[in-house]
């Protein structure tokens, strides 16, 4: 069958300030879809992937008539969702009712039914969880002629009503499945991440496990109860999948596990198998603060990894704690400071607006900031993602806007009681400007810079840092444009 999955058309401004918009966007590969795409290519389906992300809405619909598919899958977050909606009514208005139109992805995963209610006939089903296998399935039912009764992990207009079939399990062995069709990408030179958070290209993107153990109240999870912790690929299989990328020709990975020290032995053994194999590529990993030590960010330094994300995310004790992460300021500390005594580049998010938090303690969270001196850091807003134990509980904590463009950790969406939303946004940039206007950091950058590359992330981390100085209110909410 024809299957299109599709990415809805969205531009950077959709979610940054076109001041800053160039140093802080980031184009990882979208490897869900590309392991649905991966799974229905094995099954014998003619898949074409459309990124709305570098195709304009009219181009994207043109694509569409062309390839005339059976089955579009359309892929949404919480932000995307009204695109997605636009999207899924245009390909209807142009294609009727002869296509199966379905949603998946984080969005479609959390609400369900919610996605059926609020848009007309345009979609026939929800995909909701993992779905690879969901859709696979969808596709031998509709070659069969026979309807979705049953069908676990889909939510479906069955006549007037809509059906919610019952969850799909996780997949448990993730070494069957096939690795994500990158192929299908196209050209791999634009999947680059943020400027400044990568050092080789092209930059694939890799998981080596599924879900986490955490319950940081703000995170979104396809097992929302966590009821499979962390789901872990064969050491193997990990290294095999590397070898495979570097053979298409990436020179970078970014491995967009949640943690990759969530097993501190297999962690140990991928540092090691990358290294015993030989293979040549530089990466960038995630990694909690208490689940590393000297010796594995060592091993990690060996076989190419040159930076680790920490979530930091505050400055203040009480504040971890009322996000559940489950870490101390020490550990922070002293994790931080282990990285780059091995000459590990850390990147370390921080959020404003945490339940409970006051203005004064998102000032010390600036202060902790500075002293612990990163070598990137990020200042978000903390966003309650439907699905995310924040957002089933914001009577306790804050307001929410109804806008789900404002879905996007820039600063819109959520306000907790302690907070005002311009303080939350005045934190944001003042954190900015505070972190990277230090005389000593921007001498450090430009003392660092080696490539072409480094050149032009500096230039546009250097624009953004004008506007910093140069406007306030900087990060006032982003009005959405139609989609383009
Ligand atoms: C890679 C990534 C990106 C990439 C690519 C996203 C894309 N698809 O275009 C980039 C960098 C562009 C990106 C941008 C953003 N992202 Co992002 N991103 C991720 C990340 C780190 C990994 C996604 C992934 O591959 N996961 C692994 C696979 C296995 O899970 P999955 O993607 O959910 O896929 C499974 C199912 O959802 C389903 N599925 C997936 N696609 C499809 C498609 C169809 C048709 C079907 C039927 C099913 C289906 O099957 C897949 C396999 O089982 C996730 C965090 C995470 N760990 O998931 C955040 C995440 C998805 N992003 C998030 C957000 C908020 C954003 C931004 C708004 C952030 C911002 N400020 O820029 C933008 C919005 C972009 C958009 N178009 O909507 C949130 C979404 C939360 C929510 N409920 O809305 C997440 C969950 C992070 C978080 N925990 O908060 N992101």
Redo the contacts with the bound molecule.
Sequence with gaps: MRCA?V?PS?VPED?FSSKTAASQI????????L??AAVLQKEGHDVRFI?G?FTRHQDLLEQIKAFHPSFV????????WQKAKKTAADIRATMGRDVFI?A????P??VKERCLQDSGTEFDAV?YG???YT?REILQRLEAGSGLAGLQGVVFRDGGSIVTNPERPLINDLDSLPFPARELLGDSNLYIPPPATYRRKPVA?L?TS?GCNRRCIY??Q?DKERKSGIRFRGVDSVLDEIEHCLRQGYREIKF?D?TLAGDYDRAMQIARGIKDRGLDFSWFASACVNQVDRPLLQAFRDAGCWAILFGAESGVQKNLNAIRKGTTLEQIRSAVRAAQEVGLRVSTPFMFGIPGETYEEGLETIRFALDLNPDIANFHAI?P???TYLYDNLDKFGTVTDELSD????GAAFVPFTMTRDEILKLRQLAFKRFYGRPSFILRRVLELRSLNDLRSAAKSARSLLWLFAKDNLFSRMKQGPVS
């Design positions: 999955l990415i969205w979610i980031n184009y990882w590969q979208p490897l869900g879809t392991y649905v990124n992300a899958g359309i892929y949404s977050t919480t932000f995307g379905c998946g992805g984080p969005y995963t959390a995909v993992e779905g690879e859709t993107v998981m599924r995170c979104f396809l967009i949640d966003t993602f439907p699905g879905y996007t950790y820039q």
